[in-house]
Structures are given as structure tokens and as C-alpha cells.
Nanobody, 115 residues
């Protein structure tokens, strides 16, 4: 069974940075496409960034130029470096792993951007 565990969320001031991590177990990590999603209160879950098994990345317009997704296949971990954070980035951030028709989610980590 594939398990995803996110970490690295917290409270940060506007303009600050956070790095989220998602550790994956129970699978051949390198074969999975990985994504970070977020869900703010009262809103639908939305894609933030995605990285394929070939390291092709895609970013939401809101994340371009501020966030960077990366993966370390040796550590079975995907990261989301978030810089220049804004209050509107406040949300629960979820890690997603997918391969063929299978998709798995982590439990989420809260990111709050506030002064």
C-alpha cells in the first residue's frame, strides 16, 4: 500500500518561505508522477505544482516564479519550496502520487501566511 506523509507546514509571515516535504513509502517512487495541491476553506482543491517521473514540471499561474517542485528519488521524497508567500497561499497542502489509473493522497499539512 502506498503511503504519503507531508511535513513542513506552519505559520509564516507574508514574504516568507517554507519548504514542504512528502515522503512516499510502499511503491516504486521513481515511477510515479507527483503533485502538490492545496485547498483553502470554502474552496475546491487545486493543483499547485506537478512533476513527472521524467522531471517535467507544471505550475499553476499563482505558483509560477515563487514555488519550485522537485523530487529526490533516492529519498522517495518530493518537495515544494515556497518563496514570497502571500496570505492567499493559506491552505491545507496535499501531496499526490499517481501512476496509470492509481492515485494516492497524503493527509495534508497546514500552511498559514499571516502577520
Amino acid at each position: 500500500q502506498v503511503q504519503l506523509v507531508e511535513s513542513g507546514g506552519g505559520l509564516v509571515q507574508p514574504g516568507g518561505s517554507l519548504r514542504l516535504s512528502c515522503a512516499v513509502s510502499g511503491s516504486i517512487f521513481s515511477s510515479y508522477a507527483m503533485g502538490w495541491y492545496r485547498q483553502a476553506p470554502g474552496k475546491q482543491r487545486e493543483l499547485v505544482a506537478d512533476i513527472t517521473s521524467d522531471n517535467i514540471t507544471v505550475y499553476a499561474d499563482s505558483a509560477k516564479g515563487r514555488f519550485t517542485i522537485s523530487r529526490d528519488n533516492a529519498k522517495n521524497t518530493v518537495y515544494l519550496q515556497m518563496n514570497s508567500l502571500k496570505p492567499e497561499d493559506t491552505a491545507v497542502y496535499y501531496c499526490n502520487a499517481r501512476r496509470y489509473s492509481f492515485a494516492y493522497w497524503g493527509q495534508g499539512t497546514q500552511v498559514t501566511v499571516s502577520s
